[in-house]
Every structure is written in C-alpha cells, then in structure tokens.
C-alpha cells in the first residue's frame, strides 16, 4: 500500500497545538518528498509545508511560517506537522501526499499519493 495514512486532527481552541502525523510507505527513500496540504470548505486544496525524507526541501506558506513545523522520522517512515497558535483561518481538512516521482513543488499535480485526510477545527 502507497497511501498515506493521517492521524492527528481534532478540535482545538484558538492558540492551541496539535500535532498531525503522517505514517508513509513506498517512496520513503532520501530522493522523495511528502507533502501537507489543508483544503477548508468552499477553498482549493494549498500545500502548507513540504519536506524531503532526507530532511532537506523544506517549505512553509506564508500564512503557517513560524507557526507550523514539518519533520520526519526516517525509521518510522512517518512525517509530522507539529501546529502551534492555532486559528480559526486554519481550519481545513489536513491531508498528506507522497510527491511524484522526483517533483519537488507545492502544486497538487506534483503529488500521486493521497492520505484520506484528517480534520483540524479551530474554536474562537
């Protein structure tokens, strides 16, 4: 099985954390990245961090930079997205990607694999 499968979502009030996690399989070698994308209703689906499982190619949006931190352990094939100072604007439907080949980018189309997503509410 190459799906991602993601853990983590809940309900949190505003300046909470949670801490997604995202149990890989497949592609897990150094060349491959993983991505988190949120998908908020009425909203397209935007990657908010990437990492390469070699630890390198990080990327954060704008809205998450500071806040949001992405990582990986290798021997667990599992990557994280540690979320702190939660907001209302941050809730969405979390879900985790395995990239496409060696494509390393932000856009959807750069991703093959799709977990089922896990949801992440913001209380003001």
């Known amino acids: 099985q190459v799906q991602p499968v993601e853990s983590g979502g809940g309900l949190v009030q505003t300046g909470g954390s949670l801490r997604l996690s995202c149990a890989a399989s497949?592609?897990?070698?150094?060349?491959?990245?993983m991505g988190w994308f949120r998908q908020a209703p009425g909203k397209e689906r935007e990657c908010v961090a990437r990492?390469?499982?070699?630890?390198?190619?990080?990327y954060y949006a704008d809205s998450v930079k500071g806040r949001f931190t992405i990582s990986r352990d290798n021997a667990k094939n599992t990557v994280y997205l540690q979320m702190n100072d939660l907001r209302p604007g941050d809730t969405a439907v979390y879900y985790c990607?395995?990239?496409?080949?060696?494509?390393?980018?932000?856009?959807?189309?750069?991703?093959?694999?799709w977990g089922q997503g896990t949801q992440v509410t913001v209380s003001s």
């Open positions: 990607a395995t990239a496409r080949g060696l494509r390393l980018g932000t856009r959807v189309n750069d991703y093959m694999y």
């Open positions: 497949g592609r897990t070698s150094s060349s491959y990245a």
């Open positions: 990492i390469m499982w070699s630890g390198g190619g990080t």
